[in-house]
């Protein structure tokens, strides 16, 4: 069965500069979740997007920016990196805000 | 305020029955949810509780009692695979499906 993916897996990027995470959710799920995990901690919620507009909003910086798109897949701006957003980010997609949200496997993001 | 607590760490022996308990003070409830994550994977969902009682599902059985914020996760006939972490999370008073996690418990299962 299609999963969530990701896209890169892995990223290392110095201070200052700018990255861009792309989340694919499921075929047919209309809503995608971002998250941020440091090391050691849980995950954090970040922002949410349901039928491409963005649904709800947690601890995400003003750095930070996402979207969807119209084949649903969604895109998380960060720019401005500092060394504290080193972290996995994961994306999860799930059915209009359905019970069970199906995670990525996770970009790790190094910020050097 | 949102909190939500488990035990850091647990240790279990391989074949043996482990209660890993979740407590929760959040701002509404809509259901709470235990996910398993290896080291470095995304974590995989297990179980969801609306309603108070127990549901199973194979060799994991969760518990959820609203009026004490209180739920477990019960693991049985463990296996070496099963050392992971667990994540307690609980969907909140928003109804856009935004998870609140807990720091999650590692689980060390030994032979």
């Known amino acids: 069965a299609a999963g969530v993916i990701q896209s890169p897996r892995h990223l290392i990027k110095e201070k200052r500069e700018t990255a861009t995470l792309k989340c694919y959710p499921i075929?047919?799920?209309?809503?995608v979740y971002w998250y941020q995990q440091g090391p050691g901690q849980d995950p954090q919620f970040l922002i949410s997007?349901?039928?491409?507009?963005?649904?709800d909003k947690g601890s995400i910086p003003d750095r930070f920016s996402a979207q969807q798109f119209s084949d649903y897949h969604s895109e998380l701006n960060m720019s401005s990196l500092e060394l504290g957003d080193s972290a996995l980010y994961f994306c999860?997609?799930?059915?209009?805000?359905?019970?069970?949200?199906?995670f990525g496997p996770g970009t790790r993001l190094t910020v050097t | 305020g949102q909190n939500i607590d488990q035990p850091t760490e647990m240790t279990a022996t391989e074949g043996a029955i482990v209660q890993i308990n979740c407590t929760y003070q959040?701002?509404?409830?809509?259901?709470l949810f235990w996910y398993q994550q290896h080291a470095g994977e995304a974590p995989t969902f297990l179980s969801y509780?609306?309603?108070?009682g127990l549901e199973e599902k194979g060799r994991f059985s969760s518990f959820l009692s609203r009026s004490k914020g209180y739920s477990y996760l019960l693991l049985k006939e463990l296996q070496m695979k099963d050392s992971a972490s667990y994540l307690c999370?609980?969907?909140?008073?928003?109804?856009?499906?935004?998870?609140?996690f807990g720091q999650g418990t590692t689980l060390q299962v030994k032979p």
């Open positions: 999860a997609s799930s059915k209009t805000s359905g019970i069970e949200q199906y």
């Open positions: 075929p047919r799920h209309d809503t």
């Open positions: 997007f349901y039928e491409k507009m963005q649904s």
């Open positions: 959040t701002s509404g409830f809509n259901g």
């Open positions: 509780n609306v309603l108070d």
């Open positions: 999370a609980v969907m909140g008073s928003s109804n856009t499906g935004k998870l609140i």
